[in-house]
């Protein structure tokens, strides 16, 4: 499975933008798409995930508590992409944002740790100027 990420850049506080994560490659054995974000020299922490669901029904979504009402995530099957809708950015926002994805079948690992997730996309900044 390969991921790769696009979509960051520079926004105003207040602003949006909308990360993209393209999915290649056995596609069909991944479980869960997340979405991470860095700003060292903070650990990297789950932004929000979206399961994969089947053809009739939307997969189960989480998100951290920061930015909830905040981002949206979503996917289109047909593309083979799932989406970060981030609304409302603000300065702490700021940090390289990575999509994962998840293909295990039973994991010790609860579903914000990094660990979990096998194949990770190459990271895109996004920087929320105050």
């Known amino acids: 499975v390969q991921l790769q990420a696009s979509g960051g850049g520079l926004v105003q506080a207040g602003g949006s933008l909308r990360l993209s994560c393209a999915l290649t490659g056995s596609i069909f054995r991944v479980n869960a798409v997340a979405w991470y974000r860095q700003a060292p020299p903070k650990e990297r922490e789950l932004v929000a995930k979206i399961d994969s669901g089947t053809m009739l029904l939307s997969g189960s979504t989480h998100y951290a508590d920061s930015v909830k009402g905040r981002f949206t995530i979503s996917r289109d099957n047909a593309k083979n992409t799932v989406y970060l809708q981030m609304n409302s950015l603000k300065p702490e926002d700021t940090a390289v944002y990575y999509c994962?994805?998840?293909?295990?079948?039973?994991?010790?690992?609860?579903?914000?740790?990094?660990?979990?997730?096998?194949?990770w996309g190459q990271g895109t900044l996004v920087t929320v100027s105050s």
């Open positions: 994962a994805a998840d293909i295990s079948t039973s994991s010790p690992y609860s579903i914000s740790a990094p660990q979990r997730y096998a194949y």
